[in-house]
């Protein structure tokens, strides 16, 4: 807050999500509801804050210790050429992310570094793909798109 108007910090125009109310989530679970997040969410102070969704998708994965994260987008996944979709990365270890992170683009990189806070927070494995084709969350979970997996994680143990 400066002179009594608040500031936005360039490169700054979202919060971070550091906590998530796992309980809470598995109580709609386990009630058999499906809770539908989106950004706001709160601040500390209790005012709404936009967050990113594919970050905060990651840590809410983290914080109910998921096996599998799917994150949609309009493009197949991770691409070597953002204009053509023939040269998706279909697989990106872990160790493998800084590589990841200099052939991202644009909004790309967000849901690359979402990626990566999944998997440093035990998610086994995280999938990119297209939202745009029929069943996109069974495609992607059937490995269509860019998988990031922990070390040691091969598509036969998924």
Aim: hydrophobic share 45%; glycine share 10%; with cysteine.
């Amino acid at each position: 807050m400066g002179e009594g108007r608040e500031q936005v910090l360039r490169g700054d125009r979202s919060g971070r999500v550091t906590s998530v109310n796992a309980a809470l989530l598995n109580l709609l679970l386990n009630a058999q509801y499906l809770p539908v997040l989106c950004p706001p969410a709160l601040s500390h102070e209790g005012r709404a804050m936009n967050v990113d969704a594919d970050r905060a998708a990651a840590q809410v994965a983290v914080a109910l210790g998921a096996s599998t994260l799917v994150l949609l987008s309009d493009v197949p996944g991770l691409l070597l050429d953002p204009a053509d979709p023939a040269t998706l990365v279909p697989d990106v270890r872990r160790h493998e992310i800084g590589r990841a992170m200099e052939i991202a683009r644009g909004r790309m990189r967000i849901k690359v570094l979402a990626a990566k806070e999944a998997l440093q927070g035990g998610v086994r494995r995280v999938v990119l793909a297209d939202g745009r084709v029929d069943r996109p969350i069974e495609m992607a979970v059937q490995g269509h798109g860019t998988v990031f997996r922990r070390a040691g994680v091969s598509r036969t143990q998924e």
